[in-house]
Structure formats: structure tokens, C-alpha cells
């Protein structure tokens, strides 16, 4: 089956702009977490989105924001970029109904850089 | 707050050599723990999971994790590493209470395996 997909793949902002990234998960999960990677802070979880409905928040400020559909596919913002944003941002996909058992599968992220 | 800590940051070791990565975290209740690899290139991907049962949980490629309670530690193992083993280490928590996407990662491990 067709894994978890991310686009665009890379992306390159400046200060001050906005951005949107897009996941599509796998077929049949209802389940899409987000998390921020980078080299300092390693891997952070941003929120999850379980049909259409936002179920966890990590501590990322309100810049951060994010929403899912009705076929499951998320999309996450970032406005008003800052250089700290800088990062790999993944998502992972699950069918979200197991309590926490469930396994995450992961896409191959979106590099993005601010200048 | 939950916090998962990987004792070592790099690991170098040559082919044939065992492996022992040591993963501990912070939280009284029941938790539901994972072992992660990012391969040079690859996606985020499973190596094994335990929720509860035998403490020694078996994964793919020849893997395996021991889960002791009285020290909040889930120690991942591997008689004979190769080459093909170079990648980074992630243990990762979830608590099954709520939170049910929420992976709360440690740092990493970077093993290097010198053939």
C-alpha cells in the first residue's frame, strides 16, 4: 500500500511569510500527528488531528496551526516565519483507535528554510 | 511533564560487535514504548513496540528491547550489528490514557557501524 506523502518535499521562506505544508495519509488511517525536527530539539511533537478534529497540542506557540479533512489528508501552517522554523517537519499516520498502541508511519518530511 | 532520555548520543562501534542503547523515561502510569530508526535517506520507521506482557520484545532485524519497570528503562539490544545498521535510534513514549498520537521522542542515538 501506498505510504505516507508529503509535499513539497523542500521549501525555502523568508521571515515574516507564511507556509503550508500538506500530508496525505495512508488509506484507511484517520489518525495524522506532526512533529518538528531539528538537529537542537530533535523531534517535538506539534499536534494530531483525528477526523478533522484536533485531539493533542504540543507547546508550540499560535503560529502554528493546522487542520484536517474529511478524507484525513492534513495540512499544517506556520505564519509569520521566524529562523528558529527552520526544521524538518514529518507526519505520521495511524488508524488513531488503540489507545496508544497503534504504529506511527511516517513520511519523508518537508525541509523547510527560512531566510 | 513526560521526558524520554537516550543515554548515549554516538555510538561507534565494528561490524560483529554487540550493541546495547540505553532509553529511559519519566512518568509513574502505564506507557506504551517504542524504539524508532531513521536509516541514511529513509523515512522514520518501527523497530518495535511493547505495551505490556513479556518484557523482552522481539523486532525486525534481529532487534530486541527489554522493558524494565522498577528503573523506567527500555534498553534496546542487538547481538551482532552490521554495516547496514548505520542510522539514528529513537525511543519513544506514548501514554495510552490520552495523548494517543503523541509521541514524546529522546534525543537519538547516531550509531556508526565500521565495516
Known amino acids: 500500500k501506498a505510504g505516507v506523502t508529503q509535499t513539497p518535499r523542500y521549501l525555502i521562506k523568508t521571515r515574516g511569510q507564511q507556509v503550508t505544508l500538506s500530508c496525505s495519509p495512508i488509506s484507511g488511517h484517520r489518525s495524522v500527528s506532526w512533529y518538528q525536527q531539528t538537529p537542537g530539539q530533535g523531534l517535538q511533537f506539534l499536534f494530531e488531528y483525528f477526523s478533522e478534529t484536533q485531539r493533542n497540542k504540543g507547546n508550540f506557540p499560535g503560529r502554528f496551526s493546522g487542520r484536517q479533512f474529511s478524507n484525513s489528508r492534513s495540512e499544517m501552517n506556520v505564519s509569520t516565519l521566524e529562523l528558529g522554523d527552520s526544521a524538518l517537519y514529518l507526519c505520521a499516520s495511524s488508524f488513531g483507535t488503540s489507545g496508544g498502541r497503534d504504529e506511527q508511519f511516517f513520511g519523508p518530511g518537508t525541509r523547510l528554510t527560512v531566510l | 511533564a513526560q521526558s524520554v532520555s537516550q543515554h548515549n548520543h554516538h555510538v561507534i562501534l565494528s561490524e560483529a560487535a554487540s550493541l546495547e542503547l540505553g532509553c529511559n523515561y519519566s512518568y509513574g502510569g502505564t506507557v506504551n514504548l517504542f524504539w524508532y530508526v531513521q536509516y541514511p535517506g529513509q523515512h522514520l520507521q518501527l523497530l518495535l513496540k511493547?505495551?505490556?506482557?513479556?518484557?523482552l520484545v522481539k523486532g525486525i532485524k534481529g532487534f530486541e528491547a527489554e522493558f524494565i519497570k522498577s528503573k523506567f528503562s527500555f534498553n534496546l539490544r542487538k547481538p551482532s550489528v552490521q554495516w547496514s545498521d548505520t542510522a539514528e535510534y529513537f525511543c519513544a513514549v506514548i501514554t495510552p490514557s490520552s495523548n494517543t498520537g503523541k509521541l514524546i521522542f529522546g534525543q537519538g542515538t547516531t550509531l556508526q557501524v565500521k565495516p
Open positions: 511493547y505495551f505490556s506482557g513479556d518484557p
